[in-house]
Nanobody, 126 residues
Framework: QLQASGGGLVQPGGSLRLSCAAS????????IGWFRQAPGKGREGVSC????????FYSGSVKGRFTVSREKAKDTVYLQMNSLKPEDTAVYYC?????????????????????WGQGTQVTVSS
């Protein structure tokens, strides 16, 4: 089970940190990804972190602004989002990848994930 939290309303240029708490499975055996879905749009891959965390992946739209990390002691993955823009507004989901290390080109494909959290709303607006 995955539980995403930390969303909210923030002004452009602000920051938020999302958390994804995992339970019920061996956290160390899986990469974890973050996706987002804006109203009327498809689900977009934002970032992914391998297990045990040596490799990270980002979409071009967030690279340099978002940072993904994982904390083994808490079975939690974080997404630190800085310099937020209105176009970052979406529901953010965390998901479990079907393995520990995504092959290049697979991390952003939702079909490669087999378990999803419930989503947390991020709204960037002045």
């Amino acid at each position: 089970q995955l539980q995403a939290s930390g969303g909210g309303l923030v002004q452009p240029g602000g920051s938020l940190r999302l958390s994804c708490a995992a339970s019920g499975f061996s956290f160390d055996n899986y990469a974890i990804g973050w996706f987002r879905q804006a109203p009327g749009k498809g689900r977009e891959g934002v970032s992914c972190i391998s297990s045990p965390g040596g490799r990270t992946f980002y979409s071009g739209s967030v690279k340099g602004r978002f940072t993904v990390s994982r904390e083994k002691a808490k079975d939690t993955v974080y997404l630190q989002m800085n310099s937020l823009k209105p176009e970052d507004t979406a529901v953010y989901y965390c998901a479990r990848f079907s393995g520990s290390y995504p092959i290049v080109g697979t991390w952003a494909n939702p079909l490669q994930y087999d378990s999803w959290g419930q989503g947390t709303q991020v709204t960037v607006s002045s």
